[in-house]
């Protein structure tokens, strides 16, 4: 633990932000760069677990590519989040009920479908040399890159989205709304677990990984044309907007991304208290919340996760994480024989979110470096079954350690999205 409980935050850097005529004529221009005369666009967006005003944007292309495009259509990048049923998407969309029909005609809103064998496409495979060398050797075989069979349908694929920095893939955004955002579970697991097995604190916030790497040959692979929207923003608006080419308008965006989105300590912290938006409604993502502050806190330290609305371990992987708990990754890797049929992204998310840590297999001892207690709408028998901690949401401790009752404890409001770390 740290002696000295003062400490002292830097950043981030939040240039002004862009008003909506600026941005909407900044779409515009980005439109003409990225989309052709006649094509027909597949437009890949995220679903609410990203801050985006999806609504504005979403009125904004329909708009732009009305007598440039020849069909438009919107797919969200999933992953493994669950699919949207009519109503949510069209809260997700901004769209009051039947407006999509009446105003924006042949414009469809989908779902990818990971789980569903016949609704991926195969596109190519990532030879089992490079998938070594991309997972330091854990990885041997060829990796098959499928996609969701619909984006096949048309002539460009335009990416539409937020990015920030990211636990597994260094930044969000880019060829990652390709890879996991619509592809098929092979990529999902494989590109997760060479993140794990990288370390988050290792590659989160930096813009060449392991996984990125990873993610971007996987996108090679797809025969159809494809560009980005990549935007830098916060809950309050725009920041900066760049656009063509996906390698290239990513890059630019993860630049400002490092400077908008990353602050600073002079030194540890004993405990965060980490509040969740109320986007992150399950815990698969919602970890995030840990992932972005465990660099700023001290050996022994503790991270509280305040969400009273999240109660759900994950509506996809739940029966999986109940299953295996959270446990640091020497867990995993040492005793491979038990673990290696389980979903690769499972094993990595548990990781993640314990955390780094030691275990010994002949004893059977774990020690993570940190602790990690959930104040949330999930039951303590849960939590601590899951092996992390547990507080009630409502306790007078935790309303003092929010109040600003502890000198040693750094409270982050709207928690996820901003990545937290030392100067030294």
């Not at 159809?224 to 990513?250: P, Y």
């Not at 029966?319 to 038990?338: K, N």
């Not at 502890?406 to 030294?424: F, N």
């Amino acid at each position: 633990m740290a002696d000295d409980l003062t400490f002292s935050v830097t950043g981030p850097e939040r240039p002004p932000r862009l008003g909506p005529g600026e941005l909407a004529r900044r779409i515009d221009e980005a439109l003409g760069r990225c989309v052709r005369d006649g094509e027909r666009v597949l437009c890949l967006v995220p679903d609410g677990t990203r801050t985006l005003d999806l609504p504005f944007f979403f009125r904004r292309v329909a708009a732009g590519l009305r007598g440039l495009a020849s069909g438009l259509d919107f797919m969200v990048a999933l992953g493994t989040h669950p699919p949207l049923d009519a109503a949510a998407m069209d809260r997700l969309f901004g769209l009051a009920p039947g407006e999509l029909e009446a105003c924006y005609p042949g414009t469809r809103l989908l779902n990818h479908e990971w789980r569903r064998p016949g609704a991926l496409a195969l596109v190519g495979a990532i030879p089992a040399a490079e998938m070594a060398a991309l997972s330091g050797g854990a990885l041997r075989d060829a990796l098959p890159v499928r996609i969701d069979a619909l984006a096949l349908g048309y002539d460009r694929l335009l990416v539409c989205g937020p990015v920030f920095p990211h636990e597994v893939a260094g930044f969000s955004g880019g060829n990652k709304y390709f890879f996991p955002g619509i592809s098929g579970p092979e990529v999902i697991d494989a590109t997760h677990w060479i993140g794990a097995l990288a370390g988050t604190s290792a590659v989160i916030g930096m813009a060449d990984t392991p996984v990125r790497r990873a993610i971007d040959r996987a996108a090679s692979f797809i025969p159809v044309a494809r560009s980005a929207i990549c935007v830098v923003g916060d809950e309050e608006g725009v920041f900066g907007l760049f656009a063509g080419e996906v390698e290239e308008a990513w890059a630019q965006a993860a630049a400002l991304a490092s400077r908008t989105h990353i602050a600073r300590l002079d030194r540890p912290v004993e405990r965060v208290v980490s509040i969740l938006p109320p986007m992150y409604d399950e815990l698969w993502v919602g970890a995030k919340g840990m992932y972005k502050l465990e660099p700023v806190v001290a050996d022994g330290g503790e991270i509280v996760i305040l969400a009273p609305g999240l109660a759900e371990v994950s509506r996809t992987h739940g029966a999986v994480i109940r299953e295996l708990g959270y446990h640091v990754l020497p867990y995993f890797t040492s005793r491979w024989e038990r673990f290696s049929s389980y979903p690769l992204a499972v094993l990595a998310h548990s990781t993640h979110l314990k955390g780094r840590g030691s275990y010994d297999p002949a004893s059977g001892t774990e020690e993570p470096r940190i602790s990690v207690t959930l104040a949330t709408g999930l039951p303590e028998p849960l939590c601590r079954g899951l092996g992390l901690g547990w507080l009630d949401p409502a306790s007078p401790k935790l309303a003092r350690l929010v109040a600003g009752g502890d000198p040693g404890t750094l409270v982050v409001p709207r928690a996820g999205e901003t990545l937290y770390r030392l100067t030294r």
